[in-house]
């Protein structure tokens, strides 16, 4: 029983693989999709009406500039309004308020929603904002968006194909550079955007909003069932929803609008949890729909792979957990552990396209990746538990991801607000790591050997993702403490005393 389990595990993670060749060769070879053939004024016989809505809730350090760079899209002022869809609880709210007036004193319309009894976190926003709109299209951004001012006028024509619900943008990066954590975050991202995304897309698969930089035909919202806080992937379950009803999505890769990924690794991890379970809800949710769609096969096939994406975390640690006992029996089945080459070369594929097309550099394309494997391994195990709690219906809330504003190096967030406590997770991967090494080191003989250096990729990522969370939470109260001293030097002098 545990061989076959072993082995089934070993070989979806190679079709995996299997498939990320498959969008990497998409991306190379395949033709781009055509763009719109006339620009925004002769797309539509009067310019549409477009709502901006912007989910906040306690950004008190992004979203001054969120609201700067929204109202300065380029869009006549009377066909364009801005939603600010406030659930803060700090003194964002007072913030947004100051802002909002100076804004209207511009000229510029917006409104500021706020709900007496907040439910269903941003889908619940959203939701209950969408009846007051009557607008044609909706443009959605999260708080550390930062659009370009042509973002609408260069979107909207893509709409001209009345099939067409929702276009994408593609997500840049305004701290990128800023650490080791943020430039791998990046190049995760842009592989799932300058291939992933943009591979589907090609072939007429379906793609998922991305929950912002995206524009909504409100038609399509309201025919696919509207905002659904069922999942804690609001977008990627509406997207499905309406592609199944038979709209087309659109994704535009050459329009990069920036925002701010996670500097904290607590941050991140929690960002990667909400991701990995919402994901995994979501597939339970459509998946009995899907399969019973009239779709073409190849269809079907890349939205299962898209929605049981996060499963394959599920699945490395499996082959971890198998591993050693399978080796102790000497299974004939140890034979197919190459096929996890398969896996890891479908993603350096795929990654690597991304980081080549920014950097150019041989260096900087095999550090970058080899980084990559060991973040994806050592985030599996927190990602396996929140695909297994989202297989099991277990409910939790929707926790966001702090931003502090932060594109330098020179920009510290150590002593700001919204700062995430260190996660218990950190000394289970800590564990973890420790006994894969002790493994790895008497795996030097005999019988586990054909498996040995696959422990030692697992030993080194989950000691690099607690290693990171340590280190990061020890410089946080490092500069609490040094803070405190500064504002009250009194407690030096006390605690030299002591």
Not at 377 to 383: A, E, F, I, K, W
Request: charged share 20%; proline share 4%; glycine share 6%.
């Amino acid at each position: 029983m545990l061989e076959w389990l072993y082995a089934i595990c070993v070989l979806i993670l190679a079709a995996y693989g299997l498939n990320s060749f498959v969008l990497t060769l998409i991306y190379w070879f395949h033709p781009r999709t055509e763009k719109p053939t006339a620009d925004l004024p002769r797309t539509f016989a009067s310019l549409p009406s477009v709502t901006v809505q912007l989910p906040v809730y306690n950004e008190r350090y992004v979203v001054e500039r969120l609201l700067s760079a929204v109202s300065s899209l380029e869009y006549p002022h009377d066909r364009f309004l801005i939603q600010v869809l406030d659930d803060s609880d700090d003194d964002t709210s007072v913030m947004v308020d100051k802002i909002a007036a100076r804004l209207r004193a511009r000229g510029v319309r917006i409104e500021v929603c706020r709900r007496g009894e907040p439910h269903g976190f941003k889908a619940g926003a959203l939701k209950d904002a969408s009846d007051s709109v009557q607008a044609d299209f909706i443009a959605i951004f999260d708080a550390d968006f930062l659009p370009p001012r042509d973002f609408l006028v260069r979107l909207l024509p893509y709409f001209a194909d009345p099939n067409v619900g929702c276009v994408q943008a593609r997500w840049g990066h305004v701290n990128g550079n800023y650490s080791l954590l943020t430039r791998l975050q990046s190049a995760g991202i842009d592989g799932h955007f300058i291939v992933e995304q943009e591979a589907r897309n090609r072939m007429g698969w379906f793609i998922g909003f991305n929950g912002s930089a995206g524009i909504w035909r409100r038609a399509c919202i309201e025919d696919a069932g509207g905002w659904q806080a069922d999942t804690l992937t609001e977008d990627l379950d509406l997207s499905y929803r309406a592609q199944l009803k038979g709209w087309t999505f659109r994704f535009v890769a050459d329009l990069v609008v920036p925002a701010e990924v996670p500097v904290q690794f607590d941050a991140y991890r929690r960002q990667q949890f909400r991701w990995a379970k919402g994901s995994v809800q979501t597939l339970k949710k459509t998946l009995p729909v899907l399969l019973r769609a009239r779709l073409p096969f190849a269809v079907k096939l890349q939205a299962v792979f898209h929605l049981a994406g996060y499963l394959i975390h599920v699945l490395i640690v499996l082959v971890f957990l198998l591993a050693i006992p399978m080796a102790l029996m000497h299974s004939a089945l140890l034979g197919i552990v190459p096929y996890l080459t398969i896996s890891m070369l479908g993603a350096m594929a795929l990654y690597g396209t991304s980081v080549w097309r920014h950097s150019r550099s041989v260096l900087t394309l095999v550090s970058t990746l080899g980084m990559l494997v060991l973040l994806g391994t050592g985030m599996s195990l927190n990602n396996t538990r929140a695909a297994v709690e989202a297989l099991l219906g277990v409910r939790s809330g929707f926790r966001r991801t702090p931003k502090f504003d932060v594109r330098t190096a020179e920009d510290d967030w150590h002593g700001k607000q919204y700062t995430l406590p260190g996660d218990p997770m950190v000394w289970i991967e800590g564990a973890t790591a420790l006994v894969a090494f002790l493994i790895f080191m008497l795996g030097q003989i005999e019988p586990w050997w054909r498996v040995n250096q696959w422990i030692l990729i697992y030993a080194l990522g989950y000691g690099f993702v607690a290693g990171l969370s340590v280190y990061q939470s020890t410089v946080r109260q490092h500069a609490r403490r040094s803070r405190a001293l500064v504002a009250h030097p009194d407690m030096h002098d006390v605690s030299m005393a002591d």
